[in-house]
């Protein structure tokens, strides 16, 4: 069992900053891949970013590439997703993942999530 628990959302304007952290435990995390997605009201579950187990390889929607970065500290449990230059487009539930796949865009290649946390970018 992986559990994940996001925090660090909030209200930005449109250019600003905010890095979003996501907490695991469980002793079998660090053998997961993690993915960061995101939910805005009325959309699906879209694809922001994941990084695999070592932190080597990152990957990114074509949409926030340039402006986000993911990261992971394996010694302190964590991924984060650092968002720069942030657009009112960003808004949304943010959400962090775990699977078994180096790279998957698709939810449901993700066994695991947390409760998400808040984006809202104010123009």
């Known amino acids: 069992q992986v559990q994940l628990v996001e925090s660090g959302g909030g209200l930005v304007q449109a250019g600003e900053s905010l890095r979003l952290s996501c907490a695991a435990s469980?002793?079998?995390?660090?053998?997961?891949?993690m993915g960061w997605f995101r939910q805005a009201p009325g959309n699906e579950r879209e694809f922001v970013s994941s990084i695999n187990l070592t932190g080597s390889r990152t990957y990114y929607a074509d949409s926030v590439k340039g402006r986000f970065t993911i990261s992971r500290d394996n010694a302190k449990n964590t991924v984060y997703l650092q968002m720069n230059s942030l657009k009112p487009e960003d808004t949304a539930v943010y959400y962090c993942?775990?699977?078994?796949?180096?790279?998957?865009?698709?939810?449901?290649?993700?066994?695991?999530w947390g409760q998400g946390t808040q984006v809202t970018v104010s123009s």
């Open positions: 469980g002793r079998t995390w660090r053998n997961y891949n």
């Open positions: 993942a775990a699977g078994l796949f180096q790279y998957s865009s698709n939810p449901r290649d993700y066994d695991y």
